[in-house]
Nanobody, 122 residues
């Protein structure tokens, strides 16, 4: 399985950005998908997850109402739409896949992408 993220970059506070993650190597519908992030000097943290059929989503509290996770099972893509970005959202964002389900624990994920940097300027 391979996961490749894209869409990161430098944005101003208040702006929006959409991250994409392309999945390959196994049937995409076997896997729940998630986004994690890691800021400099901090541990990796859960951001959002979506179930295999897209019917269930989970978010960390600080992004609820601002971020939306989605997936396109035909195109084997997962997305993270990020709105109202603020400097605290600055991090490397990682896509992850879980054969089990949309857990908030990083240990529940089997495969990871290489990450994409998002920097939010104030």
């Amino acid at each position: 399985v391979q996961l490749v993220e894209s869409g990161g970059g430098l944005v101003q506070a208040g702006a929006s950005r959409r991250l994409s993650c392309v999945f390959s190597g196994d049937p995409f519908t076997w896997y729940a998908m998630a986004w994690f992030r890691q800021a400099p000097g901090k541990e990796r943290e859960f951001v959002a997850a979506i179930s295999q059929n897209g019917g269930n989503t989970v978010y960390r509290d600080s992004v609820k109402g601002r971020f939306i996770i989605s997936r396109d099972n035909e195109k084997t893509l997962a997305y993270l739409q990020m709105n109202s970005l603020n400097p605290e959202d600055t991090a490397v964002y990682y896509c992850a896949a879980s054969i089990y389900g949309p857990t908030m624990s990083s240990g529940g994920y089997d495969y990871w992408g290489q990450g994409t940097q998002v920097t939010v300027s104030s």
